[in-house]
T-cell receptor, first 116, second 112 residues
């Protein structure tokens, strides 16, 4: 079974440009999460989809970030316009829809974003 | 979700057991203890989780104290590839999925 995949693995852009990150969750996983780690900081939650709906977007830093999950499969995270402080590693994770027990999230390898 | 406290770093000799402690003194009865690790430049990797009973899988064992205020992750025979940052995360069990809250974790270095 394929794990969570992310594309691209690295992206280098200039300040003011737009970048779109993609995440393909494990097949059949309804929950999809985005996290990021900026330099020297801890991994922080950005948002959570259940299928195509945004369940929680409390971690999104500002309106320059737009996440979508059309059709409830893969997700994209667009940063427009990118700023220097957006540099970091963006992780995607997925999990099955939780039942009685809390869900286990499986992470992708991340996208390293560098804004110059 | 309850806060956790972990030592910032630990060393372990290759082939020996690595015992990583975690304090979660404010844990509630409906909160699970999860362990993840992040090997350099990779995404966090799920290791194990438990509620109150000790758990074991192919990667590790999780020992939770009877009062549930602390736990220990045990890697029985550490290898160089186990060098990573290990995160102890406490998270409520509920009918809905929720985010993980990562702290600073423990940097485990396995020495040859």
């Amino acid at each position: 079974e394929a794990g969570v995949t992310q594309f691209p693995s690295h992206s280098v852009i200039e300040k003011g440009q737009t970048v779109t990150l993609r995440c393909d969750p494990i097949s059949g996983h309804d929950n999809l999460y985005w996290y990021r780690r900026v330099m020297g900081k801890e991994i922080k939650f950005l948002l959570h989809f259940v299928k195509e709906s945004k369940q929680d977007e409390s971690g999104m830093p500002n309106n320059r970030f737009l996440a979508e999950r059309t059709g409830g499969t893969y997700s994209t995270l667009k940063v427009q316009p990118a700023e220097l402080e957006d540099s970091g590693v963006y992780f995607c994770a997925s999990s099955l829809l939780a039942g009685v027990h809390t869900d286990t999230q499986y992470f992708g390898p991340g996208t390293r974003l560098t804004v110059l | 979700d309850a806060k956790t406290t972990q030592p910032p770093s630990m060393d372990c000799a290759e082939g020996r057991a690595a015992n990583l402690p975690c304090n979660h003194s404010t844990i509630s009865g409906n909160e699970y203890v999860y362990w993840y690790r992040q090997i350099h430049s990779q995404g966090p990797q799920y290791i194990i989780h438990g509620l109150k009973n000790n758990e074991t899988n192919e990667m590790a064992s999780l020992i939770i104290t009877e009062d549930r205020k602390s736990s220990t992750l045990i890697l029985p025979h550490a290898t160089l590839r186990d060098t990573a940052v290990y995160y102890c995360i406490v998270r409520v069990a509920s009918g809905s999925a929720r985010q993980l809250t990562f702290g600073s974790g423990t940097q485990l270095t396995v020495l040859p």
